[in-house]
């Protein structure tokens, strides 16, 4: 008996949409990279011939990336040119033809990516945590404390577990003295009971970080994020087999392929995801999977740059999947005003609670924001 094929229904890209975004800041955020002042992205609308619409953003982080704004519209306008006529919830064609197209450039594809699982989820009448897993609905955010005096940032991170945050993610890299009196400054202020993460940024150099991580986890660190250089592979190495707080990759992860070096040659110990790096949940995910077959937890985290819609899709990721143990999710709550309606809400401060509507719940954009 011959088998029988159905017709599917098609859905095509008819046009994609751009839109630059700058907001300030509530406060200047530093780093030991530099300092940011704005959250600047490319919003995305996706829009298909069945009249459901994809949001969707890019946030180019020059200090991480090294990419910009310009560039990141342009090149989703090349895209653009490929995808027109592609069902947008083919995932994998859609990231394939974008892979052909141009090298790297993960905010771009991010936000194309991103857009089309929003599609997906709309198309399927599902929200889109439910259509990447479904673990659970929400997900719990740490807060972010930039590099400032030790009084300053522990009267920080004091206001931030004041309002309900249980763990305090604090930048440092600058110098042994100054990192410790940051550290102990925090710690005395917030007590024994939050968690506290700290984020080098590449500052440090493998034995100098090894030496400050001994000496600071006196006040009992959770975990340091990147505190060698990206390329060092060999110096974080050594970091991770040396210290006794667990280490993280940031900067030395961008895609599954460093993923699986990372943790075949055990150089780390967890590793954190940015959909700005690896161009989007579909990459995401595949990290994920690799960091869980290997035994190594994930955390998501965001670029201060982004506006929220982003976020929206890392914390439907975030609370999806059982690998992802950790969120550092908190960009959105540093703006002065978001260009989006709908989304996640918040719960006792720090739990991002997702949307029930399909996709990622987003109604619409501000327009009056956008340029």
Known sequence: MAAVIKETCVMKITDIKTHMMRVPLVKPFRISLGVITHAVSCLVEVETDEGIIGYGEGSPGPLITGENLEGTVE???VLKEKLIGMDPRDIEAVYTVMNRTVAYAGTAKAAIDIACHDILGKS?????YKVLGGLSNTVETDMTVGIDEPGVMAEKAREHVKAGFRVI???????IASDLARVKAIREAVGDDVKIRLD????WHAKEAVELLNRLNAYDIELVEQPVPRYDF???KYVTAHSCVPVMADESCWDAKDALKLVSERAVDFINIK???CGGLYEAKKIVNIAEAAGVECMLGCMAEESGIAINAAAALGAALKNITRADLD???SLTELPYEGGFTIKDTRHLILSEEPGLGLRRLKEEMLK
């Open 275 to 277: 959909l700005m790096k």
């Open 234 to 236: 060999e110096g974080l």
């Open 331 to 333: 960009a959105s709550f």
């Open 75 to 77: 090149t989703i306008r």
């Open 124 to 128: 399927a009448g599902l929200p889109l």
């Open 169 to 175: 993610k604090t930048k440092v890299g600058v110098d």
């Open 200 to 203: 080098a940024n590449q500052g």
